[in-house]
Nanobody, 117 residues
Framework: QVQLVESGGGLVQSGGSLRLSCAAS????????MGWYRQAPGKQRELVAS???????DYADSVLGRFTISRDNTKNTVTLQMDNLKPEDTAVYFC???????????WGQGTQVTVSS
């Protein structure tokens, strides 16, 4: 089992910045992917950004150039720096962890990000 604890989020004006952090603990194997998904009201959950143990990243087109994902493998943490936020970024953001061995998926509780226009 892997537990995820998220921090960050909140309310910010359009053009502002926020940082989300997620710490993983438990039975963590070396090869894994950490990332963030988001879900806006009435919409499906979507990938925002992910990062593998190697540092390889993937971003949704809508956040490319505005969001930056990073991780600390020694602490099993992932951070999402969100700049130039837009009202359409408003959603609940979920930390996501995938253990490659066995393809186990884990989710955080979610944290609200609200961007006012």
């Amino acid at each position: 089992q892997v537990q995820l604890v998220e921090s960050g989020g909140g309310l910010v004006q359009s053009g502002g910045s926020l940082r989300l952090s997620c710490a993983a603990s438990g039975n963590i194997l070396r090869m894994n992917t950490m990332g963030w998904y988001r879900q806006a009201p009435g919409k499906q959950r979507e990938l925002v950004a992910s990062i593998e143990t190697s540092g390889s990243t993937d971003y949704a087109d809508s956040v490319l150039g505005r969001f930056t994902i990073s991780r600390d493998n020694t602490k099993n943490t992932v951070t999402l720096q969100m700049d130039n936020l837009k009202p359409e970024d408003t959603a609940v953001y979920f930390c996501h962890f995938v253990q490659w061995y066995g393809d186990y998926h884990y989710w955080g509780q979610g944290t609200q990000v609200t961007v006012s226009s």
